[in-house]
Every structure is written in C-alpha cells, then in structure tokens.
C-alpha cells in the first residue's frame, strides 16, 4: 500500500463501548497493524442532545482494558480528555467551524445549498409521502433558488440548513472491501442536511471532512453506514478530494438471528469484562464475529490476529454472538493463565477476599472456571464452615458411636502428615481411599462425617478438596470441633 495506513474508529458518545463497537474498533487496529498504520480514536460528538456525560471516559476506559488503545486521536491521561496528535482537533465538537466553513465551500461550488423549510411544512411533505406510500425524502423544495435569494435570506437572519446537492439521475458504483462492487440510483438518495438549524454540521458531513482533514486511508464501520455511502463519496468528488477505501462490517446477531440487542443479553463490553470474561479472551472472540483465519483453530493472540487479519475475507453475512463460544474460549485463557496472574486478577475483579484459605480454593478451580466472578461462590463454599447440628455428622446408615470413631481415627491419620501432604489432592485422595480400605471401613461412613466436619453443611464439595483449602492446621481444628459437638 502506498500510502501509509490511517484508520479512525469514531464512536459517537451516548452511552458505552457496546460489543458491535469493540468489533469495529479492532478490526480497525487490526488492519492498521497488519500494515504498520495508525489507528486514531475520534469522537462524534456533534448531536448535543445524545450527549452522555462520562461516556467518552468510558469508551476509552473499555478500549484500553481491551488493550487496544489508539495511536493518535482522543486520549484520556490522569482523567483528562486530550488531542494527541497533529490532525486534531480529535472531538467533532470542536471542528464546528472547519465543517462550516466546508459547507459554504460546497456551496460556493454549487453543490449544496440552502434551505429555509420549516419543520411543519418537512412534516407535512412527510405525511403526503407516507400517503402515496412514496420514499420519504426532501422534495427539494428550496433547491431551485437562486444563490443570490438565499443569500439575502441568510443575511436576513431567516433559520435554515445547508443541504447536499446530490445528482438525480443515473447510479452511483461503489467499492466496498468487504462487499464488493455496489450501485445505488441517485433517485433513492436524499438532498442530506450538512449544517443543522444550530449550526451544527450533521454526521455525514462531519465525518466526511474529517475523515479528508485526519488523512484516513481506510474508513471500516458497520453495515447500517452502506446506504449513505454514496452521499459521502459525492462529497469527496465535488471537493475534488481524494476518498478512502470502505469496509462496511456485518451485523452482529443473537442465536435467533434478530439483531443483537440487550434484551438478549449484555452488549455493553463493560458487563462483560465485569463479569470477569478475560480481556483477552473477548478480544479473541469478537476477532472471530464475522471472520476466521484458518478453519483448524480458535485461538488466537491479539498479535498473531494483526499478522493474519485479511479485511477482505470478512463474511458478508450478519456473524451471531454465540455466548457458549465466548465461554469455551473464556475457559482456555483462565487456565493458561500462570497462577499468580490468575490470583491477582481475581483480586482485581474483587473476586477473590485476601488470606491463604481463599487462595488455595482459587488454585483448586482455575482449570474449570468458566468466568472469574464464578470463583466468589465455589470459594465461599469450600472454605467457609457454617454452625450445624451434631445429628449431621452422622451419615444415614451409620451410628453417632462409629461417627465418633471414625472422625477420631481420621484425625489422628491426618495429624501424622506433613502441611505439604495437604497441598497435593490426587495423592492425599488416593492414599486416604487405600487407607480405608485397608481399615475395612466404607466410604460413606467414613468420608461423610470428615466432609460435614470440614463444610458444617449436608452438600458441599468433597472432604480432600475441602482438606486441600483448608490444609493441616485449619483441617484438624475442624475435626477436633465436630468431636466437641458429639461429646
Ligand atoms: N459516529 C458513527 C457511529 O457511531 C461512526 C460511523 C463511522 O464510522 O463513519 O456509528
């Protein structure tokens, strides 16, 4: 590619990083890494009444953590929202009136003008086409005046817009990277608002400017922006600027394949990585909503998804958000994690209460958690060791006197081993299981009473994991409180 790579993501802040969002966002890193580029954060921000306080905040907090920050663009340092770079500035809001000023340059150029419509007579145009069942659209009503008129009426002080003039006739053929060749009639498109009554520039010409100004080689963002391709690509013709590639990326879907919305489940990135979905592993995941590199793995790091990433090769259809899938690859990355970044991310997540009993639980599940936030209950469980009645000690087909017998031998046995025999459950299993068996005792009447003793509960999880987080010291004390209850 000749010139250099320069791909924005340009959210608009009315809310959080939603998982689409994320997607968008990395594919953009993504191609900007497989060829050395830039990837900028811009913020759309120019609608004042979607505005939500915080949100630029939180959409980089939710970029960072997902560990795709951008090169350039919006930054946020010490809780401040800065320009870093040369082609700033990066929020919309502040480039008002580099986008009026292009907007008079359009009309000087005869290809956009004003409009002085009220809202009821757009109402009313609206109503009449809806009755015809005709396209709603601007009937370009004030499209024939003279430039002179206009002007005067501007002078005046008359409210009005600036509007797009697009062309009437005939069709326009479009590249897109991941779709192909696309045509669209220019009789489907509308005479778009470029400034708003207030002053405001509308998106399209917003984006379409500042993606000229910021030098953006490569615009990639969802499939609802395909339809208004060809007003920004009209814009770029008539200021004889040159356009950037495409890429219109396919919708994310629920199982049932409706859109992906909330009221099928979380699809803000946030709820997801509070509930202790690895960073990684959603990155992983979201890499392959649409798209895989080879059909033998599933696995991929951030690093290698650059080296491999072919924006071309993303599917055409809508890519459904397959939680399972989400799950499954959350699983790998827990257990590959080494154990004490495993621990302090637990930690982090608030997940896990400091002290060696939780610590040793934590280790037990690593391999088959599912998400962090699971550990909080299985850790409660295995160490905690809830009052009970001395009835319970009792397994069902057995005795309070072969209770009692059982417990004293089973702590005189562990009392004979070292603090280290606790820390390894396969063989403290299999030689505890040998030694009853040499006993001649059951497993029921024998491992009931030591279970409960260590749990105080009638279901929990077995004696030797409970032995395993417990460990000597802890272990015996409980035994020697079961044996006080029966006395
Ligand atoms: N602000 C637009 C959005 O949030 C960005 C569209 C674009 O990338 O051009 O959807």
């Known amino acids: 590619m000749a010139t250099p790579v320069r791909v924005r993501f340009a959210p608009s802040p009315t809310g959080y990083l939603h998982i689409g969002g994320l997607r968008t966002a990395l594919y953009g890193w993504l191609f900007a890494r497989r060829f050395q580029g830039t990837f900028l954060l811009r913020i759309e921000d120019t609608d004042r009444t979607r505005y939500v306080e915080g949100a630029i905040e939180n959409l980089y907090r939710s970029l960072v953590a997902c560990g795709i920050s951008p090169d350039e663009g919006v930054v946020v340092e010490n809780g401040a929202i800065i320009n870093r770079g040369d082609k700033g500035p990066y929020l919309q809001s502040e480039r008002k009136e580099i986008h009026l000023h292009y907007a008079q340059e359009m009309i000087e150029k005869d290809v956009a003008y004003y409009c002085f419509c009220s809202a009821e007579r757009l109402d009313e145009v609206r109503a009449q086409q809806q009755l015809l069942k005709q396209p709603v ?64 520039p509308t998106y399209h010409l917003a984006a379409t400017c500042d993606d000229h100004d910021m030098e953006i080689s490569h615009v990639i963002r969802g499939d609802e922006w395909v339809s208004s391709l060809p007003k920004h690509l009209f814009i770029y013709q008539a200021m004889g600027w040159t356009a950037p590639e495409f890429a219109h990326l396919p919708l994310l879907l629920n199982a049932d394949r409706s859109k992906l919305s909330k009221r099928q489940g979380d699809v803000a990135v946030d709820d997801y990585l509070n509930k202790g979905y690895l960073p990684e592993a959603l990155i992983n995941f979201v890499a392959l909503l649409g798209w ?93 060791c809830s009052d009970y009645p001395a009835t319970m000690l009792v397994w069902k087909k057995s005795t309070q006197e072969e209770a009692v017998m059982r417990l004293q031998a089973t702590r005189v046995y562990l009392a004979g081993k070292d603090e280290s025999w606790f820390g390894n459950l396969g063989a403290m299993e299999e030689q505890t299981r040998a030694w ?52």
């Not at 690093?303 to 924006?311: G, H, N, P, V």
């Not at 154990?339 to 088959?368: N, T």
Request: hydrophobic fraction near 40%; charge should be negative.
């Open 436 to 487: 009853i068996v040499e006993k001649g005792w059951g497993n029921g009447d024998t491992l009931w009473p030591m279970r409960v003793a260590l749990s105080g509960r009638e279901k929990s999880p077995g004696p030797f994991e409970l032995l395993f987080v417990t460990g000597k010291d802890e272990g015996l004390v409980r035994l020697d409180a079961a044996l006080q209850k029966m006395a």
């Open 137 to 200: 659209m601007y009937d370009r009503h004030c499209r024939h005046l003279t430039q002179d008129e206009a002007k005067k009426r501007v002078s005046d002080g008359e409210t009005h817009v600036i509007r797009l003039k697009v062309p009437v006739e005939g069709s326009i053929k479009m590249q897109d990277l991941i779709r192909g060749g696309i045509e669209i009639a220019w009789s489907q498109v509308d005479d778009q608002v470029l400034i708003k009554s207030d002053g405001f």
């Open 292 to 384: 895989n590199p080879t059909a033998d793995r599933e696995v991929f790091t951030k690093e290698e998804l650059a080296t491999l990433f072919d924006i071309t090769k993303v599917n055409k259809g809508g890519a459904v958000f397959n939680v399972e899938k989400l799950d499954w690859l959350n699983t790998q990355y827990i257990k590959a994690l080494p154990v004490d970044d495993y621990l302090a991310r637990l930690r982090q997540g608030g997940f896990m209460p400091e002290g060696i009993m939780h610590e040793r639980a934590a280790r037990m599940i690593q391999e088959r958690l599912v998400k962090l936030s699971d550990a909080v209950e299985v850790i409660r469980e295995t160490v905690e």
